[in-house]
């Protein structure tokens, strides 16, 4: 079966340090992976995808960058936090070839930009 | 371009007591409809979804939800509410065609009171 990890749970840091929160996937080979950011008391923000190794698409404009140098993992990345990049952050994968866009989620990510 | 639309954000129910969660959205072209759920601190956990055929669909933890072409709507409902049931619940669509994102609505924090 397939299972998805995001690691750290929980990560606190500074304004203006840099950001690595990872996700990988496992039982399952090429898939979509996605980055997805929560305010506090919002919904669900998309913030990368990506059908393939070191192809990334943005959907908004920000500090923040994805890289995906293996097939199942996906990293987001920041040189330099904001306070607005406080959040939970949620890394989603789906089958690629599939006609149906069924998303999996890891356990999320809470960050804390102080 | 879709979208989706949750127009309550927060919903308190009674133990024991019905509930529906409405969701509409808009599309040019045919869509398949998801239900995700989301527990404290936890990621989003696939509910029911609708690809194609009788438009009531049964999901997990006692949820259906039906599908309405003429009024654009994918109302989730449970006949009897659990304090256990406490959580966000988002609706999402994704196009037929051109797989590659889903678009969720803003959510609806459900509330048990017991």
């Known amino acids: 079966s397939q299972t998805i990890h995001q690691w750290p749970a929980t990560l606190v840091q500074p304004v203006g340090s840099p950001l690595s929160l990872e996700c990988t996937v496992e039982g399952t080979s090429n898939p979509n992976l996605y980055w997805y950011r929560q305010a506090a008391g919002r919904g669900l923000q998309l913030l990368f995808y990506?059908?393939?190794?070191?192809?990334i698409s943005s959907e908004v404009p920000q500090n923040l960058s994805a890289s995906r140098p293996q097939d199942r993992q996906f990293i987001l990345s920041s040189k330099k936090l904001l306070l607005s990049d406080s959040g939970f952050y949620l890394c989603?994968?789906?089958?690629?070839?599939?006609?149906?866009?069924?998303?999996?989620f890891g356990p999320g990510t809470r960050l804390t930009v102080l | 371009a879709q979208s989706v639309t949750q127009l309550d954000s927060q919903v308190p129910v009674f133990e024991e007591a019905p509930v529906e969660l409405r969701c509409n959205y808009s599309s040019s072209v045919s869509v398949y409809l998801f239900w995700y759920v989301q527990y404290p601190n936890q990621g989003l956990q696939l509910l029911l979804k609708y690809l194609s055929g009788s438009t009531l669909v049964k999901g997990i933890n006692g949820f259906e939800a039906e599908f309405n072409k003429s009024q654009t709507s994918f109302h989730l409902r449970k006949p009897s509410v659990h304090i256990s049931d406490t959580a966000e619940y988002f609706c999402a669509v994704s196009l037929l065609f051109g797989n590659e994102k889903l678009t969720f609505g803003t959510g609806t924090r459900l509330t048990i009171i017991p």
């Open positions: 989603a994968w789906s089958v690629r070839t599939s006609a149906v866009n069924e998303q999996f």
């Open positions: 990506s059908v393939g190794i070191g192809q």
